[in-house]
């Protein structure tokens, strides 16, 4: 049998709950201002990422003006002029074609036409090989996405502020035209004796 509570022993209890209740009390005013302290800091994080977000997007901003003004105004006669000295004579230029068709979606950032040639011109900031890669796979499909141009022979040609020793070889011997920014012009890399691959459409 339990021995009955005697005063001291209830007094006690309630001692014990009291400051139990006091260290709950202070616990959750300190999870407050934690909660409080993590809120402040991510407000901050936020403002900070916007701050860095609106950085990049007018950097990104300045630099598509810088490419868009590199392909117009430097690539675009450059390379009218570039092909018409290697016997490609130029009737039409368009920049930024694209086309979609089923699965099949294609850009092409400057096309070159006259009534039998077609040369398809990528440019970029800095040439790697993965572009190359990509640019041969546009140019294989390229009269799948604009069958319209059927019976024209393709050329491919790719185009740089900065070209890598490496890449422009790369690009060489897979048969395209290499145009590379020489200070206030642009030059074919290409010499003499290159013979340009001419892209037919690859068997589905």
Do not use: C
């Not at 900070?48 to 977000?53: A, F, W």
Request: proline share 2%; charged share 35%; hydrophobic share 35%.
């Amino acid at each position: 049998m339990t021995a009955p509570l005697s005063a001291d022993d209830i007094w006690r209890m309630f001692a014990e709950t009291d400051r139990r209740m006091k260290e709950t009390d202070q616990q959750i005013k300190q999870t407050g201002r934690q909660m409080e302290e993590t809120d402040r800091q991510m407000k901050e994080t936020d403002r900070r990422l916007q701050e860095i977000t609106s950085r990049w997007d007018k950097q990104w901003g300045e630099f598509s003006n810088r490419l868009g003004e590199f392909v117009e105004e430097m690539v675009r006669p450059a390379a009218v002029r570039l092909f018409r000295e290697r016997g490609i004579d130029v009737h039409e230029v368009h920049r930024d074609v694209e086309t979609e068709r089923g699965e099949l979606e294609m850009e092409i950032d400057l096309l070159v036409v006259n009534d039998t040639d077609i040369v398809a011109i990528e440019v970029k900031s800095k040439l790697t090989q993965a572009d190359v890669d990509q640019h041969i796979d546009r140019l294989r499909n390229f009269h799948r996405g604009f069958p319209h141009y059927k019976g024209l022979r393709v050329f491919g040609a790719v185009a740089a502020m900065v070209l890598p020793k490496e890449v422009g070889r790369y690009a060489y011997r897979k048969g395209l035209f290499v145009l590379a920014q020489n200070g206030d012009s642009i030059s074919v890399l290409n010499d003499e004796g290159f013979k340009p691959v001419e892209w037919v459409q690859e068997s589905e």
